[in-house]
């Protein structure tokens, strides 16, 4: 089951239906089912907090994922800020609204196996986020 979550912010204006719908044909094009995940949309307050309390990072981020998969069934909290996806918004040029569905399925592809830290990971997973991306606007 997907869940969607605010913390200290308003509820983005997402198509809940289509998003989840989406969330799971991607999940399913790694082999992956969706088990529990939950989105939690918060504010750079809050996920700062959750960076500096859970992974000892001192600085804002877009997404935290927590990753409880097992095997082929994909589960997680992914915090989302969504100042932060604003403001990355604005730097990249892009609308929120797709800045947004780029972070929403960046945790997903977090928890289907995709890093971004190691070299030449960040590539991968733009190029994944962009596929993913363009499955959308087939929807």
Same mark, same amino acid.
């Given at each position: ?11 983005? #204006?997402? *198509? ?15 082999? *992956? ?10 504010? #750079? !307050?809050?996920? /700062? *907090?959750?960076?500096?309390?859970? +992974? ?5 981020? #877009? ?6 998969? %097992?095997? #082929? ?24 609204? %797709? !800045? ?25 997973? %733009?190029?994944? !986020?962009? *596929?993913? /991306?363009? /499955?959308? %606007? !087939? +929807?």
């Amino acid at each position: 089951m997907i869940s969607y979550y605010t913390e200290g912010v308003k509820m983005p #204006d997402i *198509k809940r239906r289509l998003t989840t719908s989406w969330v799971r044909r991607i999940a399913a094009l790694y082999g *992956k089912k969706v088990g529990d995940v939950a989105y939690i949309f918060c504010n #750079d !307050e809050k996920i /700062l *907090k959750v960076n500096r309390e859970y +992974l000892n990072h001192d600085y804002y981020t #877009d997404i935290i994922t927590f990753d409880y998969s %097992e095997a #082929d069934v994909i589960s997680g909290d992914i915090f989302i800020s969504v100042n932060t996806v604003l403001s990355n918004s604005h730097d990249q040029q892009v609308s929120y609204d %797709e !800045e947004l569905r780029r972070v929403i399925i960046h945790g997903i592809l977090h928890l289907c196996g995709i890093n971004d830290k190691g070299p030449g990971e960040r590539q991968v997973m %733009e190029k994944e !986020e962009d *596929k993913a /991306l363009s /499955l959308w %606007e !087939e +929807l």
